[in-house]
């Protein structure tokens, strides 16, 4: 867990990461080559080491250089199965289907199963497959997927929340092995999804379109692996940006793509944040006030849902009454009733929240529901008055790499110490009398954990 002191504004510079949802479709279409793939720029994530796990499940060999890139090759190009152990830890796994069919012509991969943010389904993925002659059965959770041979067609692939961003990449890994021309309408256009369709054509794949609803793909025989670059990761810029604007300060942040980050530029320019745009560095000074705004996630180029709950957190110190909606996961809300906890004001109707601005919100103890809820309460810690303490914190290290570490090098007091009664900050702990009314017979009441020295505390501290 963490111990975050709050009110501390932020100065100085830090750099973003790679991204991980460009990392890891990238590193499942590496099954696809023919030779050794060397990808530069993948973030150290947990979500990466289980890919990693996955894909030597799968027969590939993944190793982590020493300066920092991974190399990965096929191996053993037997194996088809990705088993629930391994996909229940990370939907992101089912990324493997498309290069699987394409480059193996067969595939057993577990349905990803529930998540936080909200219902996941993959029918617009198997849709896809299905559409370029993949013969696909569901049986005992598993997708089990052959494919003698891929045909090219014209796919529809757009669905009642709009375009899905690896259900284009897993119809993008196949269709570049079908024979003929595919068309794919309605295909997602975020970032993450034309660096995928630039490593493919870096390895031989031709694909036209990227960036656009329709991408025209000509199928090939083979790819041949070569090295990559990932691009920077857009969600971890926002939530920096974000972190400075609600701590206040003033933070140089290197390697961004300005372009990926449109919308929310323009969301922190509406609320009244000072930002200027250096080539790849944006330079974010906090605003004495922060203004109410409407906002709502879209689709690229559109607001990102993976950065609707840390704006949520941000508008909830607002001046004003704001109405946060988010059309790609209209549950992706559990970071709401945690917010409460440190002050926020906000109501839930349906698809959309309705938040009534604090002037301050107060430190308290916390839980993390998923990846991006975790980084939106590290964000409102940061500007607490007083103590907080975040639960489950490992929600964040499936998404951010060292982002605690990246904080504190600009004027952050965040503290990783294993989550223990006696590690919980005095300030957060009801004092005697407040307890009194609750204990009754103080003699098998349990004893209130004793605080820790400075130095007791250090000891739990996790490097
Ligand atoms: C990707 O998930 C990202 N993950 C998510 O980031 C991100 O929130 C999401 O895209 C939206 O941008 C990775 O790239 C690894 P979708 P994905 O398919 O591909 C519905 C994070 O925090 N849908 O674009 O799973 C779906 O229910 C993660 O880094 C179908 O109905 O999302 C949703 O409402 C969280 N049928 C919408 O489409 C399908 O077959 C968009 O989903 C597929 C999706």
Avoid: W
């Amino acid at each position: 867990m963490f111990v975050v002191r709050g009110g501390r504004p932020l100065r100085g510079r830090v750099s973003v990461s790679g991204a991980k949802n460009a990392a890891l479709p990238i590193m499942a279409a590496a099954l696809a080559a023919r030779g050794t793939t060397v990808l530069r720029g993948v973030p150290d994530l947990v979500d990466v080491t289980t890919l990693s796990q996955v894909l030597q499940s799968l027969g590939m060999t993944v190793e982590r250089q020493a300066d920092g890139a991974l190399e990965l090759t096929a191996a053993d190009e037997q194996r088809c199965l990705a088993d629930y152990e391994m996909v229940r830890r990370m939907r992101a796994s089912v990324c493997v289907l498309g290069p699987l069919l394409g480059r193996r012509g067969r595939a057993c991969v577990s349905l990803p199963g529930g998540c936080n943010i909200g219902h996941r389904p993959i029918d617009l993925h198997l849709k896809g497959l299905r559409a370029l002659g993949a013969e696909i059965t569901i049986d005992r959770g598993y997708v089990f997927a052959r494919a003698d041979k891929l045909v090219g067609t014209d796919i529809y692939l757009g669905g009642s929340f709009g375009s899905t961003v690896t259900g284009t990449c897993n119809v993008l890994c196949a269709a570049v092995f079908a024979k003929g021309t595919t068309t794919i309408s309605a295909a997602a256009c975020e970032p993450e999804v034309i660096d995928l369709g630039r490593y493919l054509n870096a390895m031989g794949a031709k694909i036209e379109g990227l960036g656009t609803p329709l991408l025209r793909i000509q199928g090939v025989e083979e790819l041949n692996a070569v090295e990559y670059t990932v691009i920077p990761d857009r969600i971890e810029a926002a939530t920096l940006l974000i972190a400075a604007t609600m701590a206040g300060g003033r933070l140089q942040v290197d390697n961004v793509e300005p372009m990926h980050l449109a919308a929310v530029i323009d969301v922190l320019r509406m609320v009244g944040v000072g930002i200027e745009i250096q080539g790849r560095t944006v330079c974010v000074t906090a605003p004495e006030r922060i203004r109410s705004v409407d906002i709502t996630a879209l689709p690229y180029p559109g607001i990102p849902t993976d950065v609707q709950a840390q704006l949520t957190a941000l508008l909830s110190m607002a001046d004003g009454i704001s109405v946060v909606t988010d059309k790609v996961f209209p549950d992706r809300f559990m970071h709401i009733p945690e917010l409460m906890r440190m002050g926020a004001n906000v109501r839930r109707e349906g698809a959309s929240s309705i938040i009534g601005g604090v002037k301050t919100l107060t430190g308290a103890c916390v839980m993390a529901s998923d990846l991006r809820a975790s980084a939106a309460l590290l964000l409102a810690a940061l500007a607490a008055d007083g103590e907080s303490v975040i639960r489950r914190v490992y929600h964040l290290d499936r998404g951010y790499e060292s982002l605690e570490k990246k904080l504190n090098q600009v004027g952050a007091d965040i503290v990783r110490v294993a989550d223990l009664p006696e590690t919980m900050p005095a300030s957060l702990q009801l004092s005697d009398e407040e307890q009194q009314p609750l204990a009754v017979d103080s003699s098998d009441s349990p004893p209130p954990p004793k605080f820790l020295s400075k130095s007791e505390f250090a000891r739990h501290r996790i490097k």
